[in-house]
């Protein structure tokens, strides 16, 4: 499997703040490229019903990837939406 989709969950019907869902999320990829760097997966889609959502997503992992921060206490992560 060189591709993955995965809904973004959590976030909606079950209340936990999309911005510490989406540093986790971040924070997965991240530690399975590392765990696993022979897989084959090579890309990850994460899908919402919500532009907010992606965006939010989007950002977590520019966050994380280009400036190389993952802390979900940043008050910056948390700003209203």
Do not use: W
């Not at 999309?18 to 997966?41: G, I």
């Not at 979900?72 to 209203?80: G, Q």
């Amino acid at each position: 499997m060189a591709s993955v989709a995965l809904p973004a969950i959590s976030s909606a019907i079950f209340g936990v703040p999309v911005q510490l869902c989406a540093m986790e999320y971040a924070r997965a990829v991240k530690r399975f490229s590392k765990d696993f760097p022979a897989a084959n997966l090579r890309e990850v889609h994460f899908v919402d019903i919500t532009a907010q959502t992606i965006k939010v997503i989007q950002e977590a992992f520019h966050r994380m990837i280009t400036e190389g921060k993952d802390d979900i206490n940043d008050r910056l992560m948390f700003r209203r939406l």
